[in-house]
């Protein structure tokens, strides 16, 4: 499942990002989301939440 709908994540689940350095190359990092920062419901290049070990990033994939 993709990261773009707000209403598929919420904190504890487990989440692979696309930290903001990492953009380029695509590389993903694994975590357990925290927050989530997106306000808006829906977002194209997925929903920015901020992991338990305080990485932020866009949600590309759900595990």
Not at 3 to 32: F, H, W, Y
Request: no cysteine; glycine share 12%; net charge positive.
């Amino acid at each position: 499942m993709s990261g773009q709908n707000r209403k598929d994540i919420a904190p504890g689940m487990e989440v692979e990002i696309v930290l903001k350095a990492d953009q380029r190359t695509g590389k993903l990092t694994s975590g357990v989301v925290k927050d989530i920062l997106t306000k808006s419901s829906f977002h194209p290049h997925g929903i920015k939440v901020r992991l338990t070990d305080g990485q932020v990033g866009r949600v590309k994939e759900i595990k």
